[in-house]
């Protein structure tokens, strides 16, 4: 019985050091690879914007206008030639690469060709194989809040999209604090979807064009 006792607790120590350690390990890969400073970041072809949600009346929410915002901001300062806004549009009425577009093309006024739309990217999962595998993309910068940065800069560049990132968190969101404790579990799923399970996405043609 004791035996027992002893395997059970090395078993329980074993998963809480893998639960605790591992989410840490990615975290400080990620932000290894997180620029704070604009002027340091050299020059992309591209740069992938992450879906965040949008407002019941169909336009960006408060974390992705900022996403969007950020966009703007590397792009006006020539640090990316072109967007990627890679996002759910699993329902008709719920669009979000397409609320993103007009943000950037008609708000924003980017020039509309070198604004491109995901609409299969219905997870960051999703969004770097398609990005690898559809649209073709071997480099990319990521934009998204800090919390989400490290887990999209690990999932990308594992799935073959050497990826950096730049924070887009410029303020406090509703359910902050939610999303930052989910991240841990995101990111245990995450590695089971890279390592074991090699979960199916939306598909398609080979995007040629989006790089020229």
């Not at 639960?19 to 990620?30: A, E, K, T």
């Not at 719920?94 to 993103?100: D, I, L, V």
């Amino acid at each position: 019985m004791k035996n027992l006792h002893i395997r059970i607790t090395t078993i329980l120590l074993i998963l809480l050091t893998y639960f605790v350690l591992v989410p840490s390990l990615i975290l400080q890969y990620g932000k290894s690879k997180i620029y704070t400073d604009i002027s340091k970041i050299p020059t992309y072809n591209i740069a992938i914007v992450f879906g965040a949600g949008l407002k019941p009346d169909g336009t960006p929410n408060d974390m992705l206008e900022d996403r969007l915002d950020t966009a703007v901001e590397l792009y006006n300062e020539g640090k990316i030639e072109k967007l990627l806004l890679s996002g759910d549009n699993s329902l008709e009425e719920y669009n979000e690469p397409q609320a993103m577009y007009e943000y950037l093309t008609l708000i924003k006024e980017l020039p509309p060709e070198d604004v491109v739309r995901d609409f299969a990217g219905l997870r960051t999962y999703d969004t770097c194989a398609r990005a690898k595998n559809i649209w073709n993309i071997d480099e990319a910068i990521l934009i998204s809040q800090g919390y989400h940065l490290s887990r999209a800069i690990f999932t990308c560049n594992t799935l073959g999209v050497e990826s950096t990132g730049f924070s887009a968190t410029k303020d406090i969101y509703i359910g902050e604090t939610y999303y930052k404790l989910r991240e841990i579990l995101a990111i245990h799923k995450a590695l089971i979807d890279i390592y074991i399970i090699h979960p199916e996405y939306i598909g398609g043609e080979v995007e040629t064009d989006f790089l020229n």
